[in-house]
């Protein structure tokens, strides 16, 4: 089976092919070490959150009301991401508004960091579970779609398209939920369709979250939202992350093949190569 495998040696020069794809790997050890979540930090973290909550929540609310719009809710969040204890690099030109950000998702730290970084709004399903989560989302002028909702796809496409004529980047999550972070899930491409809705000006960007040697331990997979919740905020030190804006895609192809190239482009910038039964050069 062909697989695609992180190596530290790669080659810079390693080219991918789209068609070939079955799955992009991590080279981290399948058994790693988690240390056991201090509940110490979670209570620290969890009043922390919500004393930045009561500070922030009156300034959003104002400034809604007076100017129509807030610069708070992603500075909210990426605070919250500081608190949880990332600290977050950014790497590539700014993403501009009407920007389509497409990434790979981890973990729900990635609403957080990503948020962070951009200033950008969420394509979301739309069972968020609590209400107060919710509303938390609407305020960041969150798009919602229905999960396995095919017949509703244009109508989906055509909202997307329709918010990012607004004044934020908008990021998606093609794999569709949150991987393991040893490797990259296959993206689904139907809500690339926006492209063919949204203007010319609307550039389509892969953004590449990375947690470098502690993706697999952040990484969400077959495992209780509450349990990686509180595995997440009771998490000892610090947590670098790198938000790796890509050069925009060549909108000219298919929903099928922007959905190829970002996950490729996406999958190189994390360091990753393809390692077939012919050896690539800079393999080792």
């Known amino acids: 089976m062909t697989s695609w495998k992180r190596f530290r040696s790669a080659s810079p020069n390693a080219s991918v092919s789209a068609s070939s794809t079955i799955a992009w790997s991590f080279t981290a050890s399948p058994s790693i070490a988690i240390a056991k979540p201090s509940r110490l930090l979670v209570a620290l973290r969890l009043a922390a959150v919500a004393g930045l909550f009561l500070v922030l929540a009156p300034l959003h609310i104002a400034s809604t009301r007076l100017f129509r719009r807030s610069p708070w809710p992603p500075r909210f969040l990426g605070a919250v991401a500081w ?4 600290r977050i690099r ?8 009407h920007t389509l950000l497409v990434g790979n998702h981890t973990s729900w730290l990635d609403i957080l960091v990503l948020s962070g970084a951009t200033g950008c709004a969420f394509v979301s399903k739309d069972e968020l579970g609590h209400g107060f989560i919710h509303w938390l989302a609407d305020q960041n002028a969150t798009v919602y779609v ?9 109508d989906q496409a ?9 004044d934020k980047p908008v990021a998606l999550f093609p ?4 991987g393991p972070g040893t490797h ?9 369709e926006a492209a063919n809705y949204a203007g010319k000006d609307v550039e389509i960007r892969p953004v590449a979250i990375d947690y470098g040697d502690a993706a697999a331990e952040v990484g969400w997979w077959e495992e209780p939202g509450k349990a990686n919740v509180l595995r997440i905020l009771g998490r000892r030190g610090i947590l670098p ?8 895609l060549n ?7 922007l959905a190829a190239a970002a996950r490729n482009a996406i999958g190189e910038a994390l360091g990753l190569t393809l390692r077939s039964h012919s050896p690539i050069s800079g393999e080792k």
């Open 175 to 178: 794999e569709g939920t949150t």
């Open 90 to 97: 950014r790497e590539g030109a700014d993403a501009r508004p």
């Open 146 to 154: 229905k999960r396995g909702h095919v017949k509703g796809a244009k």
């Open 251 to 257: 909108r000219s192809g298919d929903r099928k093949q």
């Open 158 to 166: 055509v909202a997307i398209a329709r918010a990012l004529d607004g």
């Open 184 to 192: 990259l899930l296959p993206f689904r491409s139907t809500l690339l």
């Open 241 to 248: 992350v790198t938000v790796k804006l890509l050069a925009p």
């Open 83 to 86: 608190l949880v204890g990332a």
